[in-house]
């Protein structure tokens, strides 16, 4: 099937230097109110969806984002949206934290 989760990568040539505010202020410039997580090593969420457009974009480990069913690896740099209603969950992969910025369309 069509994966709903569109997923782009940080252009370094294009966006700079990858960093935690260049990540968020790429977000914000795109409408949407950012915040960052730290999810521990080998935690998993239980799976949820939201009513609202969202994004999750990696700054630094290795994620699992499962959308829909659909897994998907994401990597520093990767920004992976997903569409209102879709049911997600996020697994980190490997012994390290990952830091991810959670982000929501602004204004309903």
Known sequence: GMALTRIEQWD????????EASLQGKLEQLGFEVSARIYPAT???TSHSDARDSVTAVVGGL???TADDEPEMLIAGDIAFIPGGV??????????PALCLEAFRTGG
Do not use: F, H, K
């Open 12 to 19: 370094v040539r294009r966006e700079g230097p990858l960093s």
């Open 87 to 96: 049911a997600r969950r996020l697994e980190v992969v490997g012994s390290a």
């Open 63 to 65: 994620v699992r984002l």
């Open 43 to 45: 935690i998993a969420t």
